[in-house]
């Protein structure tokens, strides 16, 4: 059973579908430069590589792939690009992408799914053969939003084949930002229960006693503050970026601590909810999975 912070992701990101791309048009331009600047860093059997093994099809697992970004970024170096989202508008928006870049379905098509639920380890509509034996699996900017990272980046590893990488891009720890642009004190991911908002909102209620009135001006500007962060994805996030040490726990964790290495790719701005500017720096982390 999906949780609350599963699908308050789902929500959102079937809301931001079909401007995606638009808006965040610089940052993906960037990062895609950035990143196939660093195939070599990622170190997987690429194509062009003549290192797959047994001449099996290299194929990348593009794990929350939103519309595509590393499928388009590296799908040169690979000979198919399997995509999952929780999104089905996201799904969507991929696999018309693809089409309208004439590239054969077989070779790229997304589908909807979740390989991180504690409940259900091998989802049904995610057993089949084509969704094992990946080169590399690839996670851009869904590891912030995952309510348990650690189980995800393990059941993402037990796709790869022998020898595959497990990459991601992120954020390094960061404050909190709320809609003033000021750390209010709390992390998301620090409620305990995933970020699922399931605590208690009665103390919203009005009442017309007149002392009430600084709670009423409360309420207020905690409402207000609930809408920005619903506006601007802030309920969608569940950790406030990973540390070098954190990221090499977790792709140790996950079987996949082989060759680990981490890139600074450096400080990057951009729009949140259009109008504030974000400032994050960023890393890639890859980790090879073991090749006996």
């Known amino acids: 059973m999906a949780n609350s912070i599963t699908l308050q992701n789902q929500d959102y990101f079937n809301k931001e579908a079909a401007t995606y ?4 048009a610089d940052l993906i331009q960037r990062l895609t430069t950035t990143i196939r600047d660093n195939v070599d860093f990622i170190g997987a059997d ?6 797959t093994p047994d001449g099996e099809p290299v ?3 593009d794990y929350a792939c939103g519309t595509g970004m590393l499928s388009r970024t590296l799908g040169d ?4 690009c399997i995509g999952i989202d929780l999104s089905p508008q996201m799904v969507e928006i991929y696999n018309t992408r693809a089409a309208e870049e004439n590239i054969p379905s077989a070779a790229r098509y997304a589908v909807q799914g979740d390989l991180a639920d504690p409940s259900d380890p091998s989802p049904a509509a995610l057993t089949g053969p084509e969704f094992y034996g990946f080169a590399i699996a690839a996670v851009g900017g869904g590891f912030h939003h995952f309510a348990h990272p650690g189980l995800a980046a393990t059941r993402i590893v037990e796709r790869l084949r022998p020898g595959g990488v497990l990459a991601i891009w992120d954020f390094f720890p960061h404050a909190h930002d709320h809609d003033d642009g000021d750390n209010h004190g709390h992390d998301h991911h620090g409620h305990g229960h995933g970020h699922g908002h399931g605590h208690d909102h009665g103390h919203h209620k009005h009442t017309h006693n007149p002392d ?3 709670d009423d001006e409360a309420t207020t500007t905690t409402t207000a503050a609930h809408k920005s962060e619903e506006r601007d994805g802030t309920h969608t996030i569940t950790k406030h970026g990973f540390s070098e040490p954190e990221l090499r726990d977790m792709f140790t964790a996950a079987g996949a601590g082989h060759e680990f290495a981490v890139l600074d790719m450096g400080h990057y701005s951009f729009k949140r909810d259009g109008q504030r500017e974000m400032k994050r720096r960023m890393f890639l982390a890859k980790g090879r999975k073991g090749r006996d």
């Open 212 to 214: 009430t009135t600084g």
């Open 77 to 80: 170096y690979v000979d198919q």
């Open 59 to 61: 194929k990348l697992l």
């Open 21 to 24: 791309d638009s808006r965040h």
């Open 46 to 51: 690429w194509k062009t590589s003549n290192a």
